[in-house]
Structures are given as structure tokens and as C-alpha cells.
């Protein structure tokens, strides 16, 4: 909505400024205007006059007459002062509006004898139960609390405005994550709004040392943004950083949180995410108590958290809310799993083209009875089956939910079965394919996911150019990259190497929660311990305190 | 003279980085081919070579260290010219960081020989050194701290390879072919301790290293740790190749190491059979560090000898003149092997142990140290 | 901007240059089985044995296979002549649309001739080779022709070499024959105290092959592969067999049983027999130099479950086990007496009797090693059998013993 409206002012504005180029006469001309908002956006310089009708004058004129930027006049009390409600149709609460402003104001209000402070005061005093009044004092801030979704008030002969809080735009519930679905645990999910994600962060994390800072960035969408930590677990330095960072951006708009993680990251041309993405509040919790700050966009369930380094990619919340030894199995699950996404098709090129030795006879046999009659090399086959899997992924993404299917099926008809059938391709090769398709979802992290996918391709190249010795060189090089990477000053292999001894037992397996006492080594150096020593559970009569036999 | 404190160079490391450091430069190449060097002159004492080698490799190693104490904010390069004098300093500095190119080339030329013997004979040798050192010189861009990083999870797998390998042929190591013991008396075994005892010297990277180490009290312990990690894995492969062939076919291989993986049997699960080409794949890994610690060591040792900020200007050219030189240096397999087994241990304990005492020495006598009381 | 230029034309060159070492997975044929006999006028005879992967390989075909209607044979085995053996081996690939590929291989045959004539020339290009893999090539001498040998039908491992493969595998069924690795081989070979042996490989006449009535022909195929004895070599020169009681008397000493029967005669009734499953045994020999001159005794341990008993014989009293126990490391003893003798016979030390004597004696080995093959059949033997019977199976008695 907001969007819209300042779309159209922005559009309105630069025709007025077509015709009245090179005039410079005041706040009434629409040229000024145009000066002042394109270009540097300097409405403070207009205040608000003591004459609501120019003030109305101006307001439509900035807001481009557009249909939802309603301006409703009205009388005070029945003739004691004139009074003008402005506010964005759709952003703000019908029933809060009518109910809590118009109806005290226009019917309820009788003057208070002898008058205490302005005009301005009384009405707040008595006639205005909202709980959040701000005044305003110029245009600037009338647009902006207007766009924020309040309702300013301006009164005839008051140069203040009041505004008061009343958003009531329509925002999802927060449902189950579609991205990130768990068997058990929480079912809530970050929603659009901002002041709900931070509701259910306040939820989990109930310390007033939960620190969120907010700030305001994007030139022309305004979006907040929420910087939010532990006080005493982040470390100083790390905030700084990206309160620095985000500091640092200057665009005209961030419409997603992904915008923030192209522009906060350390090494732009990487394919792996240096931050982690999730709509999941029990994950950015447990990551916070972890030492994470975690950065809140307005307008998108996403929200990051950084640093994100590799191990944390691999992490999941639910490892931990199931039997550990489940967590244990899954992990290892999920590092294989990883492991074939990345290597399968370029390792199955570079056996079957040139270590033929490595399969056992029976099986070799199967291949290449599979293989006879299949025109192309195997690494070409490899490519353009992995390319025709992504090109059914990405559809069944797009597709719409009905034709989704069809399209499911025809890719699996198609590519599954007639192209065995007609020889195009091997069928070892539609079960490589498929497993590396299958595995690449283990991943908790979708961004993570997503770099392998690519990274899978080059692979390939490799292992068809130079076998398994290209494979490793490929392996090494994505290693070397790694060594030298990092997600806001922390390695990016950081827990893997160098050793600590205590970040294993959260690595390749989960180990039960009694175990885990420290928080990642290089992440929380000053403020290590999480936890009673100790917790072991044991049966009552082993307990050194003693108990009941 | 030029100003003695060390270079840009960001980050410092931990003393066990520079274990890691320090372990990566001797292992890929010697677990290769320290069995054959070895069993052809020990026969099937060489584990005994091994241990006497190791104690050699401490003293270097302790040699190194009581030399790099005394300047702690300097490597060699940058002190020798304080010992000796300005030229006679700067022609020891030299060859040290000759040494360093030049086991650099020599390990191209190795890797590219087993490359093409055992899994690409129609490949040409050229490919391998390219690709081998465009990644070394990836990483050396990269830095000190990302070449510890990679190294120490490269490290990890080629160790655990190792492991892997010889418990699978655990079962067909037999003692008797250890036996006799001392059949020919010390003498074969002192000489087949020669070679490995040169590769335990490669410890002495430390006298690079060591301005770099932010925790310099525990590097006397890491350097022992980093011998004695390096002796296991010698151990390992020279009874493994031994016990599983006998000494005097095992004298023979070319590249035991690799014919040990080859020997895999396995009735009970025969996958694991012939699987010598992920073996590879580690290896080259292992490789990869070897080039890259040496790599490194040299072209920070250039930087500093020629008074140079940053050494990252240096990283092309001198892989251009590595790789030169390393297409040009052995005619063929024979002569390569021949240099790797009796002169190439001699140059290198000339380098890290006769050089390094001389220089302790005069240091000793002149007093000449730069450590804060 | 140039770096990236840079590694594009890199990679393009990669593209131009490439995969010279690629050879498709169907490029290749899979060779199973070699043996190389010696030819007319000094040249080496090849005979690779190549799968067919169409008749073989299972699943889904994929394709058009033309001629797939035609019922194929599972393998076809090469030949090719040559003045060495890479140039036998090429000559083949003239006939081959597939690149012959050894990796795979696990039989190694010699024929009789070829042994006999020695095989060190053969065995440089064997060991040299990048693709074989010494420690899973099993190296044998074929009685008669190894073309015939490899070419003998069968129903249910079709190829022989999957055949032998598998015989292989099951060896500890009798431990009757001697097949031995390349590797090991090989490692004998460079010993000074020990000589190599190999496995002996025939095509016997098969009594399953009887023509019934009202048939034409027989079902069953006339000849059938066998693996039996050992063959002995002297340097790289066979020198003669040894049958199968022998060769399992090498194979004790040599600590290569890994089960098989033994057949004594039963005691309290004439002409009755007992028989016992070995389940596992360990040999060692300990050289003595006495005045009468070397000493080699070798100790084994055995132990065997009671698998059948003709006598009648309470087996439930452990004094009967006692003296079963006795007389089944007789019959071991015996065992690996005949394969001594006929060993010395021979003059080849297939047991690594000097290589323990030079364990043992390394002073005294140098003195005599040149004399060793020489001093070998004189040497005296004596055996030391302690042999358990651990279990007898379900039954205590046999059924006609009255209790």
C-alpha cells in the first residue's frame, strides 16, 4: 500500500516539475516539492502552519491526490475548532479510528474551563484514549507517520500535529514455515510484520538483556529494520560490526532480506550464504543464545542471522528436540547427504570414464550393458540430466498447485522412463540424478543447498575433464575458498578447524544436551559456559545429593 | 641494513597451526616413497631406520627452534644478514628460500610422475604441475591463516586415509618378515635412515614461521608433537609396506604407499577392493599442502630477502619460474628417483641442519639476539 | 576483469585439450581371465577372456541392441601371438572393438609349457603393470590346452573366469589346491629361501555327462574345470606337481588352510573311516642345526569339528575323542610328510624352509644360501601335529551303536 503511494507521488511530482522547470518559489509550488522530495527529501523544511487549510493544500499536493491518502475534515465538539484526520485508507484500524478519534472529538468533546496548556494538550489530555501519541512538528514527519499507518491529527491554528498509533493493516497469522517444516516442535512462523516476529522472539526469550535496535533504512521504502542480540552473549565487537554495516547501506529500497545479506556480506562473488535465512523463531532463539545477532526485516518472514558459517548451515533446531541418538543419525545423515548432492554425478562420471577398476565386475557389466546404445559420454549425459532435473524443480516450484502435478508426472514419465526407453540415457544415470536431487533437501539451510546445486556443475566438468584427480582438484579449490572465507569476521570453517574440542559434540553429531555446556568457541569467547555441570540425569539413589529409595 | 620485524602479513597463528604447518610439509612425499628409500638399504629393519631417523629429525627440529628463539620477530631470511654480516647473510638467506623452491619443484615434478604412472599415462605431465600449482598459488593468496586452515582439515583426511589403509591390510601384514632383525649389522641402517632423517629436518619451517606464532612458549612441545605425528605415519607405512611384501619387493615399488593400497584384500567385503584411486584423490590433497607450505615459505622468504612489504606481487612469478624449472629438471622417472633417494635427503639436511647450527653457532658466540631479557 | 579473462581461456584450452585419459565405461572390454602359453618359434600366445555385458549385464537394456535377438555367448576369449606379451596383447586389439582393460582380471594362467620354460620374462610386464593388481590376481598352471580350459561351458557361472573366481573363493571348502596371489608370488620369487608354487588348473572328464536314452547328446557339457594341486617352481621354472593330499600338506606348512575335509581310518573296526571339518589351523617351523646336519620341525596346531563317524564308536567318551584326535594328526602329519618328500624330489622349496632357517640363523644362512637348493633335499623334517576335535555336531553316537 505504502509502496503504491509513494510510487504515484513520485510520478505526479515529476510531471509538476516538467512544467514549472526552473521556478523556485516555496513550499506551495509543486516544483519545490518535487526539489524536496526526489532529490533530497527535505519536507522537515515545511512546518506545519497554524492554517489547516494550507497544510491540507500542501499534504495533497504531496501525496498526489491519491485515492487512498484520505484527509477527513471535521468540527470539534460541534463548531470549537476545526480539525482535519489524515490518515492511508487500509493501513489503519476502521473501529480505532471511528471509535477512539472521530467519535470523542466530534460528539463527546466539551471544553475543559479554565483551559490548561494548548488547544493541543487538552484534547490529548481527555478526548484521545489511543496509547501512542506522537506530535509532529513538520510535513516530514505528518508523511511519515501517515505512511507508517497512524493517524495525524492536525487541528486549525495548532502548528503541532498529533499522531496516533492505529495500524491496522491486514498481516498473515503466523502459520507453519512452508520452507522449514518440523515433525516436532513449534508450528509458528516469522510472518510480514514486524512487530509480530518480534513478539514471538520476545516470547522465547523472555531477558531484558534481548536487545533490539532498530533503524531505518532504504531511501524510499523506509523499511525497518531490527537488529537483535543477547546483551552479554554477542560479543561487542560483532554488533558493531553490523550495526556498522547496515549503517553502511544506502538504497532506495529493501524489499527483502536477502538485499541486506548481498550487501552485508564479506565476500560478494561466493556461492555460499554467509548468513543464515529462516522462519523459524525457535531457530533464531537458539541461535541468539548461541551469541548470534539476528537482523529482522519489516515486510518478509526471512530473517538472518549472523555470522552464518558453514557448521551453522548443517544445524537445525529440531536436532535438538528429538532423542539424541536420532540427532546423532540425522546429522551424520545430513554431512553424506551433503557430501552426494555435491560429488555423486561428478564421482559416478569419473568412475565409470576413468577408474573403471573401482566397480565390481557384476556391476561394471550392468553399467555398461545399461550404457550400450546411449550416444553420448556419460558426462555429457550427466549434465543435461541434472540440467533437465533443475528445469522440473524450478517448474514445479512456479507451476500452480494443480498443474504442478500434471507436471510432475510427465517429468518423471518423461525422463524416468521413456528417455531409458528410447536410449537417450542410461538408467544408472536417472538413479545418480535422483539421488542427488533427493539429497540436496536434507539441507537445513535452502541458501546452502542452493550453492551446492551449482557448485555440482562445475564438478562435473571437472570429473569429465580429468577424472577423479579433477574431482579433487574441484574439492580442494571449493576448500581453499572456504579456509578463506568469512561471514562478518568469523571464519567461515570456523568449528571445524581449528580444533575445540567442544564445538564436535555440535558438528558432525548432536550430543545430548547434558554434554553440551559450552557455546561455540570462537563465537562467544568471553561468556563460554551454558549450562550447570553435572546435568546428567541419573537414577535417585546414585545422586550424590542422595533422595528417596 | 634493512629493518628486522615481521611483514604484512595478517593474522598470527597458534603454535598447533604451525604444527599443522610443519606436518603437512614433510608428509605427502614422504609416506610416499620413504619405504622403498628405505627398505633398499635397511631390508626389513627400516622401521628401525625410522626410529633413528626420527631422533635426528628432533635434534633438527630443536636445532631450529633454539635458533628461532633468539630472534622472535624475524625469520631466517630477515636475521641471517645480523649473524654473518651483510652478503655472507644475505647468500645464507638465499639458499634458504632456494630450498624452499626448490623441494617446491621437485614435489611438482614427483606428484606429475606418480600422476602419469599410475592413473594417466596419455595426460601430459604439464596439466598435473598447472593445476597442482594454480592451487597452491590460490591459497597462497589466501594467506598464512588459510593455508593453516585447509591444511589441518586436508591433515585430518590424509591421516585418517592412512589409518584406513593399513587397518584394512592389518591382516596380511605378517611379523616374520621382519625377521632377522639387524641381519647386516648397523651400518645399512644408519644409512637407510638418512633419507627419512632429512624429511623429519623439513620440520625447520618453523625458522619462517615462527615471528608469526602468537603463542611462542608452547612451540618447542608442538614441534616434538609435529616429529612424533610424523613418525607414526612413517612407521605405519614402512610396516605396512614392508609386512605386507617383504623388504626386498617392497624395495622395488616405485611408490610403495600406492602399491600398499593396491594390495587391498578384502573376501569378506570386495568393494573396498581396488578402491587405490580415492587414495588418489587424498593424496593429491596431501600433495597440494606439501606444494603450498613450501610455496609459501619461499615466497614469503623472497619477499623478505628483497626488503618487499607484501609478498602477494611475488606469488605469479615465482610459481612461473617454479613450474620452469620444474619442466626442465629431470629427463625421466629413473634419474627422479635416483635425486629423491641420495642426493635430494643430503641437500636438504645441508639446509636445515648444517646451516641452522653454523648459524646458532655464530649466533652463540657473537651474542647476537634480538629477544627481550 | 583480466584474472577472469584469464581463467576462461584456461578453461577453453582445458576444453580443447582434454580428456585424454577418457574412455567410456562401453569402450572397454573387461578382460577376466588371461593365460599366456609359449608359442612356435619362441613367441608368447595371449588369451584374454572378455564378457559379453549384453548376455551378462542385468536390468533394463537400454537402446536398440541390434543382433541382441541372436543368442549370444557370454564371453568371447581373444587370442593373439606376439614376440612379448604387450605385443600379444595389441595384436589382439586388432580384432577387438574394445579396448582391452586388465583391472578387472583375476585369473593369471600359465600353460604347462610356458612354466616349464620359465616365466620371469612374462612376469616383468605383469608386475610393471599399471592396470593388474598383484594382490588380486591369482596366478595357476593349466594342465593342457589354457584355450580349451577357458572355453569350457557351463550353466551356472557362465564365464569360466567368474567360474574359477568363485571355486576360488570357496578353496576353504577342501584347501586341495594351491591358488596364490601374484603378489605373493612375485615376493616368493625375490626370496633367496623360498621357491613360488601356483594352483593347478585342468579340464577333467565330467561323469555327469552321460548321453540318457532317447537323447542325442548329453546335457550336461563333457569336460569340467577343476582346480587341483600345486604347481611347483624352482626360480621362475615349474619343476613339477604336486597332487592334491600334497599340496594340502604344502598349504599346512604354509599356513594356508582355511578348512577342507580330513578322512582317517576309524578305530575298532577294519576298513571303517572317520572324518573331520578342519576349522582352523597354524603351522610354524623352527629350524634346529644339529651335528647331523639342519633340523626343520614343523609345529602345527589344528582344530576340527567331528563331521561323519563309519565305526562304531561311543564319540560321547572323551577318550575316544583322545585317540580320533591322535589319528587325525597322524593322517596331517602324513599330509604334509608326502608333500616334503615329494618337494625335496623336486628340489623346490615351497614351504620357506631356508627362509626360516635365515629368521632363524641369519649368520649361518650367508654361509650356506648358495649351497641352499643343494642342501634342501637333504634336510630332515619331522612334523608335530596337535590336532583337537572341538565339537561333533547334533548326535553323540552314532545311530547303529546300541547304548
Redesign the interface.
Known amino acids: 500500500m505504502r509502496k503504491r503511494v509513494v510510487k504515484k507521488l513520485h510520478h505526479l511530482i515529476r510531471n509538476y516539475a516538467y512544467k514549472a522547470a526552473g521556478k523556485n518559489t516555496g513550499p506551495d509550488d509543486m516544483d519545490w516539492i518535487h526539489q524536496a522530495v526526489v532529490e533530497k527529501y527535505d519536507l522537515e523544511r515545511i512546518p506545519i502552519e497554524a492554517d489547516l487549510a494550507t497544510n491540507i493544500k500542501r499534504l495533497k499536493g504531496i501525496s498526489g491526490y491519491c485515492p487512498d491518502f484520505i484527509i477527513r475534515q471535521f468540527e470539534i465538539g460541534g463548531g470549537i475548532g476545526e480539525a482535519a484526520a489524515i490518515f492511508l485508507e487500509g493501513m489503519v484500524e476502521r473501529v480505532l479510528l471511528n471509535e477512539n478519534l472521530l467519535k470523542p472529538l466530534m460528539i463527546h468533546y466539551r471544553p475543559f474551563k479554565p483551559a490548561r496548556g494548548s488547544f493541543l494538550d487538552q484534547i490529548l489530555s481527555v478526548a484521545l484514549p489511543v496509547d501512542v501519541v506522537k506530535k509532529c512538528v513538520n510535513l516530514h514527519e505528518v508523511i511519515d507517520h501517515v505512511l507508517e499507518g497512524s493517524v495525524v491529527l492536525l487541528v486549525d491554528g495548532e502548528s503541532e500535529g498529533l499522531a496516533l498509533e492505529a495500524a491496522g493493516f491486514k498481516t498473515r497469522v503466523p502459520e507453519e514455515p512452508m520452507t522449514e517444516a518440523v515433525v516436532r516442535g513449534s508450528r509458528e512462523g516469522f510472518t510480514e510484520a514486524l512487530h509480530t516476529n518480534i513478539t514471538l522472539l520476545r516470547r522465547r526469550l523472555k531477558t531484558p538483556n534481548l536487545v533490539l535496535e532498530s533503524m531505518v533504512l532504504g531511501r524510499i521504502s523506509h523499511t525497518q529494520v531490527v537488529v537483535g542480540y543477547v546483551r552479554g552473549l554477542a560479543a561487542p565487537e560483532l554488533v558493531a560490526e553490523v550495526r556498522e554495516r547496515l549503517k553502511r547501506i544506502d538504497i532506495d529500497g529493501i524489499l527483502e532480506s536477502n538485499y541486506l545479506e548481498e550487501l552485508l556480506r564479506d565476500h560478494p562473488l561466493s556461492p555460499f550464504p554467509q548468513a543464515i535465512t529462516t522462519e523459524r523463531p525457535d531457530r533464531v532463539a537458539a541461535n541468539l543464545l548461541e551469541g548470534r545477532v539476528a537482523i529482522l526485516t519489516e515486510n518478509t518472514p526471512f530473517v538472518l542471522i549472523v555470522p552464518g558459517e558453514l557448521v551453522a548451515h548443517m544445524q537445525s533446531p529440531e536436532d535438538f528436540y528429538h532423542h539424541f541418538i536420532l540427532g546423532v543419525f540425522i546429522r551424520l545423515l545430513r554431512w553424506c547427504a551433503f557430501a552426494v548432492s555435491l560429488l555423486l554425478p561428478s564421482v559416478y562420471v569419473a568412475?565409470t570414464t576413468?577408474?573403471q577398476?573401482?566397480i565390481?565386475i557384476r556391476l561394471l557389466l550392468n553399467i555398461v550393458a545399461a550404457r550400450e546404445g546411449v550416444p553420448f559420454p556419460a558426462v555429457v549425459e550427466a549434465l543435461v540430466m541434472e540440467i533437465a532435473f533443475e528445469i522440473l524443480r524450478e517448474a514445479g516450484v512456479r507451476l500452480p498447485r494443480a498443474v504442478g502435478q500434471a507436471v510432475s508426472i510427465v517429468g518423471a514419465l518423461v525422463i524416468g522412463e521413456a528417455a531409458v526407453m528410447a536410449g537417450v540415457v542410461s538408467p544408472l544415470m536417472v538413479i545418480v540424478v535422483a539421488l542427488t536431487g533427493i539429497s540436496s533437501f536434507l539441507s537445513p539451510s535452502f541458501d546452502l543447498a542452493i550453492s551446492i546445486r551449482i557448485l555440482r556443475f562445475p564438478m562435473m566438468f571437472l570429473a569429465g575433464l580429468?577424472?577423479?584427480?579433477g574431482?579433487?582438484?574441484g574439492?580442494?579449490?571449493v576448500?581453499?575458498?572456504l579456509?578463506?572465507l568469512r561471514s562478518v569476521g568469523l571464519?567461515y570453517?570456523a568449528g571445524?578447524?581449528?580444533?575445540h574440542h567442544d564445538d564436535w559434540k555440535d558438528l558432525f553429531i548432536r550430543a545430548p544436551l547434558w554434554m553440551m555446556r559450552r557455546r561455540p568457541a570462537e563465537l562467544s569467547e568471553n561468556n563460554r559456559k551454558r549450562q550447570a555441570s553435572g546435568l546428567k540425569p541419573e537414577p535417585p539413589d546414585r545422586h550424590p545429593q542422595g533422595g528417596t529409595i | 641494513m634493512g629493518e628486522v620485524g615481521p611483514m604484512r602479513e595478517e593474522g598470527k597463528i597458534?603454535a598447533?597451526?604451525a604444527m599443522v604447518y610443519q606436518v603437512s610439509i614433510v608428509l605427502a612425499t614422504a609416506i610416499l616413497f620413504v619405504p622403498a628409500i628405505t627398505a633398499k638399504h635397511a631390508k626389513q629393519d627400516a622401521w628401525i631406520s625410522v626410529i633413528i631417523a626420527c631422533f635426528f629429525g628432533s635434534l633438527q627440529v630443536y636445532t631450529a627452534v633454539s635458533l628461532a628463539r633468539r630472534f622472535p620477530d624475524a625469520s631466517v631470511v630477515q636475521y641471517a644478514p645480523l649473524i654473518l654480516g651483510k652478503v655472507p647473510g644475505k647468500v645464507v638467506g638465499f639458499v634458504y628460500l632456494f630450498y624452499f623452491f626448490y623441494v617446491g619443484y621437485f614435489v611438482l615434478q614427483e606428484f606429475s610422475a606418480l600422476?602419469c604412472?599410475?592413473?594417466?599415462?596419455?595426460?601430459?605431465p604439464i596439466?598435473?604441475m598447472l593445476?597442482l600449482s594454480l592451487?597452491a598459488v590460490?591459497?597462497a593468496y589466501?594467506?598464512l591463516?588459510?593455508?593453516?586452515?585447509?591444511s589441518?582439515?586436508?591433515l585430518t583426511v590424509v591421516l585418517a586415509t592412512m589409518v584406513l589403509v593399513v587397518l584394512l591390510i592389518i591382516k596380511d601384514i605378517k611379523i616374520?618378515r621382519f625377521?632377522?632383525a639387524l641381519?647386516n649389522g648397523l651400518g645399512p641402517i644408519l644409512l637407510g635412515a638418512i633419507p627419512p632423517g632429512g624429511w623429519f629436518g623439513e620440520t625447520a619451517v618453523l625458522l619462517m614461521l615462527y615471528p608469526f606464532i602468537d603463542n611462542k612458549e608452547k612451540v618447542v612441545k608442538t614441534s616434538f608433537l609435529a616429529i612424533l605425528i610424523l613418525f607414526i605415519a612413517m612407521e605405519m607405512v614402512v610396516i605396512g609396506a614392508v609386512g605386507l611384501?617383504?623388504p626386498?619387493?617392497a624395495a622395488?615399488f616405485l611408490f610403495p604407499t600406492f602399491?600398499m593400497a593396491?594390495?587391498?584384500?578384502l573376501?569378506a567385503l570386495?568393494?573396498l577392493?581396488?578402491?587405490d584411486?580415492?587414495f588418489?584423490?587424498?593424496w593429491?590433497?596431501g600433495m597440494?599442502i606439501k606444494l603450498t607450505t613450501f610455496f609459501f615459505a619461499g615466497v614469503l622468504g623472497l619477499a623478505q630477502w628483497l626488503n618487499v612489504k607484501d609478498y602477494r606481487p611475488l606469488i605469479l612469478p615465482s610459481m612461473a619460474i617454479m613450474m620452469a624449472l620444474a619442466v626442465q629438471a629431470w629427463e625421466n622417472i629413473a634419474e627422479l628417483f635416483a635425486f629423491s633417494g641420495e642426493v635430494f635427503p643430503l641437500t636438504i639436511i645441508f639446509v636445515n641442519f648444517i646451516i641452522t647450527i653454523f648459524l646458532l653457532i655464530t649466533a652463540g658466540i657473537r651474542h647476537i639476539s634480538t629477544r627481550k631479557a | 576483469m583480466k584474472r577472469r579473462m584469464l581463467i576462461i581461456l584456461v578453461l577453453l584450452i582445458c576444453l580443447n585439450a582434454g580428456c585424454?585419459?577418457l574412455r567410456e565405461v562401453e569402450d572397454l572390454g573387461y578382460v577376466m581371465a588371461m593365460a599366456i602359453d609359449s608359442g612356435p618359434q619362441g613367441k608368447i600366445r595371449l588369451i584374454a577372456q572378455v564378457p559379453n555385458p549384453r548376455v551378462l549385464g542385468g536390468g533394463q537394456r537400454g537402446g536398440i541392441t541390434p543382433g541382441a535377438s541372436i543368442a549370444a555367448k557370454p564371453y568371447r576369449n581373444y587370442e593373439g601371438t606376439g614376440s612379448t606379451i604387450f605385443d600379444a596383447l595389441r595384436e589382439i586389439s586388432r580384432e577387438s572393438s574394445r579396448r582391452l582393460f586388465f583391472?578387472q582380471n583375476r585369473t593369471l594362467i600359465f600353460s604347462e609349457a610356458m612354466a616349464e620354460k620359465g616365466v620371469g620374462g612374462v612376469l616383468d610386464f605383469l608386475?610393471r603393470s599399471?592396470e593388474i593388481?598383484?594382490?588380486?590376481t591369482m596366478v595357476f598352471v593349466a594342465r593342457g590346452d589354457p584355450a580349451k580350459i577357458l572355453d569350457i561351458p557351463n550353466p551356472h557361472a557362465t564365464v569360466p573366469a567368474l567360474r574359477i573366481d568363485d571355486i576360488v573363493?570357496w578353496r576353504g571348502q577342501t584347501s586341495r589346491f594351491a591358488p596364490v596371489?601374484l603378489?605373493r608370488f612375485?615376493?616368493t620369487l625375490?626370496?633367496e629361501g623360498q621357491e613360488p608354487y601356483a594352483g593347478v588348473i585342468e579340464a577333467a572328464f565330467n561323469p555327469a555327462a552321460q548321453v540318457r536314452e532317447g537323447e542325442k547328446a548329453a546335457l550336461e557339457p563333457p569336460l569340467t574345470l577343476r582346480l587341483t594341486g600345486a604347481a611347483l617352481f624352482r626360480n621362475d621354472r615349474m619343476v613339477g606337481f604336486l597332487d592334491e593330499t600334497e599340496t594340502r600338506g604344502l598349504l599346512w606348512v604354509l599356513n594356508e588352510v582355511k578348512g577342507g575335509q580330513i578322512v582317517f581310518p576309524c578305530p575298532g573296526q577294519e576298513g571303517k573311516k572317520a572324518t573331520i571339518e578342519i576349522l582352523r589351523a597354524n603351522a610354524k617351523i623352527e629350524p634346529e642345526i644339529t651335528e647331523d646336519g639342519i633340523i626343520m620341525t614343523v609345529k602345527i596346531r589344528e582344530e576340527g569339528n567331528l563331521v561323519e563317524v563309519e565305526g562304531p564308536l561311543d564319540t560321547s567318551k572323551p577318550e575316544v575323542i583322545k585317540e580320533l584326535d591322535r589319528l587325525h594328526a597322524a593322517a596331517i602329519g602324513n599330509e604334509v610328510m608326502a608333500a616334503v618328500y615329494k618337494a625335496q624330489e623336486l628340489g623346490s622349496d615351497a614351504f620357506g624352509f631356508g627362509?626360516a632357517f635365515?629368521?632363524?640363523f641369519?649368520r649361518e644362512w650367508k654361509k650356506i644360501k648358495r649351497d641352499w637348493p643343494e642342501i634342501f633335499p637333504g634336510i630332515e623334517v619331522r612334523v608335530q601335529v596337535v590336532a583337537h576335535i572341538r565339537r561333533m555336531g547334533m548326535t553323540g553316537k552314532p545311530p547303529f551303536l546300541a547304548p
Open positions: 568412475v576413468f577408474h577398476e573401482m565390481p580429468l577424472g577423479l584427480f574431482v579433487a582438484t574439492m580442494l579449490a576448500l581453499i575458498h579456509a578463506g571464519p570453517l571445524l578447524t581449528p580444533f | 597458534s598447533y597451526q600422476m604412472s599410475s592413473y594417466m599415462p596419455r595426460t601430459p596439466v598435473f593445476v592451487l590460490y591459497a589466501g594467506g591463516e588459510v593455508i593453516c586452515r585447509m589441518s582439515i586436508v616374520w625377521l632377522p641381519e611384501v617383504g626386498t619387493e622395488c602399491n593396491r594390495l587391498i584384500k573376501e570386495p568393494i577392493e581396488r578402491q584411486a580415492l588418489m584423490m587424498i593429491v590433497a597440494l | 585424454w585419459d583391472a608386475k599399471v593388481r598383484h594382490g588380486l573363493r596371489p603378489s612375485l615376493e625375490s626370496l627362509e635365515r629368521r632363524k641369519p
